[in-house]
């Protein structure tokens, strides 16, 4: 039917440049999805392809995005993407060069517009991520 093509051509333009990832868990499964991965798939499609649809922006450029962290910890807790999907620090290709730099230099220019001295950066490993997407929590109090 013709809803079904269109579904598949929407569902690959969603999906370019995103990285692989295993099929959902429904049993004891050790190459599924699981939430965090699921979680991650979502974020890579938003931050890639809706970027407007992302509530709270700080701060975007044409490589990274920040935002205000949702739930924060912190009295300043922002979340700092790039817009090209890595699952974590350990993925990272000379490819990803120019994304990584970007959001570092983003981190840099968020630390001088708030006027931070006490403050963290913080990424973390696969096992640790809720979302398993490569982002930095840039948290102050």
């Known amino acids: 039917s013709i809803g079904l093509l269109m579904g598949f051509f929407v569902?690959?333009?969603?999906?370019?440049?995103i990285q692989a990832r295993s099929f959902l868990a429904l049993r004891n499964c050790d190459h599924c999805f699981r939430p965090n991965e699921v979680m991650g798939l979502l974020a890579a499609?938003?931050?890639?392809?809706?970027?407007?649809?992302i509530p709270?922006?700080?701060k975007e450029?044409?490589?990274?995005?920040?935002?205000?962290?949702?739930?924060p910890e912190y009295p300043i807790h922002l979340v700092i993407?790039?817009?090209k999907d890595i699952k974590d620090i350990a993925d990272v290709t000379p490819e990803d060069e120019?994304?990584?730099?970007?959001?570092m230099a983003?981190?840099?220019e968020l630390v001088k517009e708030y006027h931070l001295d006490n403050y963290k950066v913080i990424t973390n490993g696969p096992g640790e991520q809720s979302v398993r997407y490569?982002?930095?929590h840039l948290v102050a109090q």
């Open 61 to 71: 450029t044409d490589y990274t995005i920040a935002i205000e962290h949702p739930f």
């Open 134 to 136: 490569l982002h930095f």
């Open 81 to 83: 993407f790039p817009k």
């Open 98 to 103: 120019q994304y990584i730099i970007d959001t």
């Open 56 to 58: 709270n922006i700080v």
């Open 45 to 53: 499609i938003g931050v890639a392809k809706t970027p407007h649809l």
């Open 106 to 108: 983003v981190i840099r």
């Open 11 to 17: 569902a690959g333009y969603h999906l370019t440049n």
